[in-house]
């Protein structure tokens, strides 16, 4: 999962990609914010869309990726202009925070870079008029200083933010922020460290959760949720390895940030889970995970049998042999029953071969695509990142689908949380007029060895896969670019 401040850093840059001309002429700079919005408006009507998509053919592609690249830097002339000519307003300090944000994106952070963005950002929580967008800034400047590890410096403007944000959300981030910069200076949860104390009880609304309760045990501590495909995906062997260790020293304390309490029933009945469960329905608020500062799922602590952090995070049969280690006892290796995982396909390879129906009833296949300019993309309704990648996903099929390209989604979604119905209402409703898999099961994805989505693989004519992941602009050029091959 992405913080919220890596999400903003994203919607602020694509806000920087659609800004606005300048005056062709020098102008006094309006006195108020208000004068220079209808200023911003006017420009941006003056500025015009970016050049329309090409021809299918490698000469006109050619064609608009240099006019493409020459509106860009027209633009970003346009907005430095801009912000010279309505320097004073919020208004112009708001683009001044884009842009700043927009390079560091771009840039990929060396931390001298980094450095100068904080001040940057800085000046403009400075210079702010209005409470909202110095406490925007004042929280980019924290989320900086937390990526460069200045620890006291993002706590401090984390905290400063949440004081005077009016944005109850942005408060509320600002406050896990500085909490989980807290926990990383202080080396919290470091190995060799004791876990932060809970005493909480269980699922079953009776037991009393704690990791004193396991004293000279082996414990995993596992945050986990049903919707999470990751953490399903580990389940088997996490099973596998209380099942062969628990009669000789091995406990699990399972953390589910879901928030269905039913979905989570059925999940645990079905699935035979032994082990204690924490759940408050508060998913990514869970009131454990707020404590540990968890920022990502599966997340997982195994302690020793003095209490300690012995390791973080193991996946696969890296867990099994720690515990074996820890016991002193022999790992034979797994049961062989855990459901098997492919390799991720790479440039270059070609599309593995799966058979599925779409949720329209048609058998589809890598073989039945041959021929065509293909995006293979699997995703979920549950997911923040697809759904923000969708538009783009539509503008690429909607500009091509009539010249041999097409897009097949396959959703994670699972029968227990989001039916069939619903996911074919979300598709209708945002007309995404593509085929789609209902991958309930997750074979596909198992055997594409999919561990995050949104993840995409985009094939050319022949089954060849020539890209893998691509976002925004950078998906409907590449599309153009294949559909244009013959």
């Known amino acids: 999962m992405q913080r919220l401040w890596v999400m903003a ?30 200023a911003l408006e006017k420009m941006r009507a003056e500025l015009g869309n970016p050049p329309p ?10 064609k608009f990726r240099a006019e493409y690249e020459k509106w860009m830097q027209r633009r970003e002339e346009l907005y430095i202009k801009f912000i010279k000519n309505h320097q004073g307003t919020d ?44 406490a925007q800034a004042t929280y980019y400047s924290g989320a900086i200083h937390d990526q460069l590890e200045n620890w006291d410096k993002a706590i401090a403007a984390y905290e400063k933010a949440a004081e005077i944000s009016p944005d109850p959300e942005l408060a509320m981030y600002a406050k896990k922020g500085a909490h989980a910069a807290k926990v990383k200076r202080d080396g919290l949860l470091d190995v060799g460290k004791k876990p932060i104390d809970f ?22 501590i596992d945050f986990w949720a049903t919707w999470c495909q990751p953490c399903v995906r580990e389940l088997p062997v996490v099973l596998d390895t209380y099942e062969q260790f628990h009669d000789k020293g091995f406990e699990i304390i399972g953390i589910s940030l879901d928030s269905n309490k039913e979905a989570l029933e059925r999940f645990l009945a079905e699935r035979n889970l032994p082990w204690v469960q924490f759940y408050d329905g508060k998913g990514w608020s869970n009131q454990i995970a707020e404590m540990y500062a968890i920022q990502s799922i ?24 720690a515990v074996a280690k820890l016991l002193g006892e022999e790992y034979e290796g797994g049961s062989g029953d855990g459901e098997p995982v492919g390799k991720r396909p790479v440039v270059g390879d070609m599309l593995p071969a799966f058979e599925a129906k779409t949720m329209q009833g048609e058998a589809i296949s890598p073989e039945s695509l041959k021929g065509k300019v293909v995006l293979v993309d699997f995703w979920a309704t549950w997911c923040p990142p697809c759904i923000k990648e969708l538009p783009h996903v539509k503008e690429a099929f909607d500009e091509y689908k009539d ?5 097949v989604g396959i959703s994670l979604d699972q029968p227990q949380d989001i039916s069939a119905e619903k996911v074919t209402s979300f598709a209708k409703d945002r007309e995404l007029g593509w085929p789609m898999v209902y991958e309930g099961a997750m074979e596909i994805a198992l055997q594409y ?3 995050s989505i949104p993840s995409t693989f985009l094939v050319d004519r022949t089954g060849k896969i020539r890209a893998v992941d691509l976002r925004g602009d950078a998906l409907i050029k590449e599309v153009a670019t294949l559909v244009a091959e013959q």
């Open 9 to 38: 850093l994203i919607i602020l840059a694509a806000a920087f990609v659609a800004p606005s001309t300048a005056y062709a002429q020098e102008e006094e700079a309006p006195a108020t914010d208000q004068d220079a919005e209808a």
């Open 53 to 62: 998509r090409p021809a299918n053919t490698p000469e006109a592609i050619a």
């Open 91 to 134: 208004t112009a300090l708001g683009l001044r925070m884009e842009m700043a944000l927009g390079k560091m994106q771009s840039a990929g952070g060396p931390d001298t870079q980094l450095e100068d963005v904080i001040a940057e950002v800085e000046d403009i929580a400075a210079s702010a008029q209005g409470k909202e967008l110095k």
């Open 199 to 220: 005493e909480v009880k269980a699922f079953d609304g009776e037991t009393t959760i704690s990791p004193d309760m396991y004293e000279g045990k082996v414990v995993l």
């Open 298 to 321: 599966p997340a997982t602590f195994l302690l020793n049998q003095k209490g300690e952090i012995a390791h973080k995070d193991l996946r696969g049969e890296d867990l099994p042999k």
């Open 403 to 407: 010249k041999g390209f097409t897009v």
């Open 449 to 451: 060895g999919i561990s």
